[in-house]
C-alpha cells in the first residue's frame, strides 16, 4: 500500500456568503464566488503549496462548489503534476435550498443550544450526517493507497465543518472534541503527515473555542 506522505485539507478562500449573508437568498450555496479578498487568500495559501509540493506529484480532492473550485484555481499548481476529481461527498452541510436570512439565523441560534453535530437544519443536514457521508469518502480514500504508484500527497479542498468531521473520523475524535473545535479560516491548512511509526499526525490542532465536556469515557 503506497500511503500518501502528507494529506492536507484546506478550506475556500472567502465567499461571497462570508460576508454577506443575504446572498443565500438570491444565491444557490453551490455558486456562491470567492470575493477578492478570497482569490487573494488562496493565492496566498497556493504560493505555500507550490513550495511544499514541490515537484511532486499530487492527488487533488475538490468539492463540487464554486468556491472550491476557485480556489484551487488560484493555487495555480501545475496541472501536469495534479490528478484532480470533483468529490461530492466533500460539499458543505446543506442548509436547505433557498434561504431566508431570519430563518437561517434563528436555526443557527437552535444548532447552537441544541449542538453542531446533532442538530439538523430543516430540508438540510445534520453535523451527523455530513460526518457520514466524509466516512464513506474516507474508504474510498483507503482503497486508493492501494494503488502502488499512488502519489505522495493528497490535497483536499473543501469546508470548514468537512475539514473538522474528517479529522474527526480520521482521528476518531469523540462528538464532545468536536464540538470543542473552532472553524479554520478561510483558505486555511491542516496537514496529516505520515510518521516513521506508520501513523498520521497533525501538523498543528484545531483551534478550541471552549474544554470538550464528555458524557462518559473512551479509548
Request: aromatic residues 12%.
Amino acid at each position: 500500500m503506497a500511503r500518501p506522505r502528507r494529506i492536507v485539507l484546506v478550506r475556500h478562500g472567502e465567499s461571497e456568503g462570508n460576508v454577506d449573508d443575504t446572498v443565500y437568498e438570491r444565491e444557490p450555496d453551490h455558486a456562491l464566488r470567492l470575493t477578492e479578498t478570497g482569490w487573494r487568500q488562496a493565492e496566498e495559501t497556493g504560493e505555500r503549496l507550490r513550495d511544499l509540493f514541490g515537484d511532486e506529484q499530487v492527488s487533488v480532492y475538490v468539492s463540487p462548489y464554486r468556491r472550491t473550485h476557485e480556489t484551487l484555481r488560484a493555487f495555480r499548481l501545475p496541472r501536469e503534476q495534479m490528478r484532480v476529481r470533483e468529490e461530492p461527498r466533500l460539499r458543505e452541510q446543506d442548509w436547505g435550498n433557498w434561504q431566508e436570512r431570519a430563518d437561517v439565523r434563528l436555526q443557527k441560534a437552535y444548532r447552537d443550544a441544541y449542538g453542531h453535530f446533532f442538530y439538523r437544519f430543516a430540508q438540510g443536514e445534520s453535523g451527523a450526517d455530513v460526518y457520514d457521508r466524509v466516512g464513506a469518502f474516507l474508504e474510498s480514500l483507503y482503497r486508493s493507497f492501494e494503488a502502488p504508484d499512488h502519489p505522495p500527497n493528497v490535497l483536499l479542498v473543501t469546508h470548514g465543518l468537512t475539514m473538522r468531521l474528517f479529522c474527526m473520523r480520521w482521528f476518531h475524535w469523540t462528538v464532545a472534541d468536536f464540538e470543542s473545535l473552532s472553524n479554520p479560516g478561510n483558505a486555511e491548512t491542516h496537514t496529516l503527515l505520515l510518521g516513521e511509526d506508520g501513523r498520521y499526525r497533525l501538523d498543528r490542532p484545531f483551534e478550541r473555542w471552549r474544554t470538550p465536556e464528555p458524557y462518559g469515557h473512551t479509548g
